[in-house]
């Protein structure tokens, strides 16, 4: 934690920084708020010497500013406690977020509503509703307590990450035809499922396998963020590790074309917070390469601010994956990994855009629906051969 605070000082460009953790019981409406709530504390902070007039800039690094409504609170006996809330964004869009209090600075997974999702448009829904009612008709009996009323956008991507991890498959061959394409998907971490049901539904002839060790978050994605099995898409409720061991061990080993880990790990002191350790050490990467296909590509999104553990990741990452590209999340720790088995000459960066376009213009199919900011050549701008 020590040293991700030296990291956020130094981004920020400042000698002096006072962190502060916002309370997640209490609403705060905006950034002035704030301000007029920390500013004496701030000061009283400040070196010997600074200028009376001197500004001390306030800097927003997290999503706890608005409008929130909790819209369920449990507790997981593997995951801990935890809340599902709706917020609305900075574009007056409401969002729907999973936060394990364990770690309440991390929004685990996150969709966005197709209807407005706060508590105050809820209940203008209800007295609009009453209103229409003819005098004498009985009052619609209310939702079931936690009920998930309103309806996921499935076809956005909130988080940066989960659109460069798509943006991977642009690695495989003839990116223009993986919609006709059976491809084979496992996906290794659930969360509200948002990553594995967007390859479903936009790739239509993929079968995709998602591994959750929690099988509480398989009822959290169920319910509130839209998701659900098919005949392509089923969960195995197991320990990710075990659950490729036993893949790469048993005979007639299955081969995927895409492998993607998007794992968090439960414990905050390692300086590693996804995946866990032991998803990136030698022996198990070994069996991920078992489990792909010569021509697959491996995805892996890394959280590391440990500097000395990154490199130690990323040097095992390319003993075991010949090709490995590395694409940093701007204004985040996340960095993606895209590791291949073939040893021939890599992809300059033209030619990954190109087949990130191919792709994309496959994608923009008529009735499938694309989301415009999801700009797949932007997610391979800047990726970089390791």
């Known amino acids: 934690m020590e040293e991700g605070r030296k990291q956020l000082a130094a981004s920020a460009g400042f000698r002096r920084l006072i962190t502060v953790a916002l309370h997640r019981d209490q609403q705060y409406k905006d950034m002035e708020s704030i301000q007029a709530e920390l500013s004496a504390r701030v000061m009283e902070l400040a070196p010997a010497g600074m200028p009376a007039q001197q500004q001390v800039p306030f800097l927003s690094v997290g999503g706890d500013l608005g409008e929130r409504t909790v819209q369920h609170r449990d507790c997981s006996p593997l995951s801990g406690d935890y809340v599902i809330e709706d917020v609305q964004g900075d574009d007056r869009r409401y969002f729907r977020r999973l936060v394990f209090l364990s770690n309440r600075n991390v929004v685990q997974s996150e969709a966005r509503l197709l209807k407005d999702g706060s508590h105050r448009a809820q209940k203008k829904r209800k007295k609009d509703r009453r209103k229409q009612r003819p005098a004498g008709t009985p009052e619609e009996p209310p939702a079931a307590p936690g009920q998930a009323i309103d309806a996921i956008d499935k076809g956005y991507l909130c988080c940066e990450h989960h659109k460069a991890m798509v943006a991977g498959l642009a690695l495989l061959r003839s990116p223009e035809l993986l919609l006709e394409t059976p491809l084979a998907v496992l996906v290794v971490g659930l969360g509200g499922g948002s990553l594995p049901l967007f390859v479903h539904d936009h790739f239509p002839k993929a079968c995709v396998e998602a591994v959750e060790i929690d099988p509480s978050m398989l009822e959290v994605a169920t319910r509130w963020f839209g998701f659900s099995q098919s ?55 070994q069996r991920v390469k078992r489990i792909l296909t010569p021509e697959g590509v491996f995805i892996l999104n890394l959280v590391c601010r440990d500097l000395g553990l990154k490199d130690s990741v990323l040097a095992g990452l390319k003993g075991a994956f010949p090709l490995l590209y590395v694409r940093r999340i701007e204004g985040e720790v996340n960095e993606i990994l895209f590791c291949q088995l073939r040893s021939e000459r890599p992809l300059a960066t033209p030619e990954l855009l190109e087949k990130a376009q191919a792709l994309e213009q496959a994608l923009r199919r008529p009735g499938q629906g694309w989301d415009d900011t999801c700009v797949l050549s932007d997610m391979l701008k800047t990726v970089k051969l390791v």
């Open 231 to 285: 005949d392509r898409m089923k969960v195995h409720i197991a320990d990710g590790l075990d659950y490729i061991t036993s893949l790469a061990e048993g005979e007639g080993r299955p081969c995927y074309d895409v492998v993607m880990f998007d794992v968090d790990s439960k414990d905050p002191t390692l300086g590693m917070s996804c995946p866990p350790p032991a998803f990136v050490d030698q022996p198990f990467l």
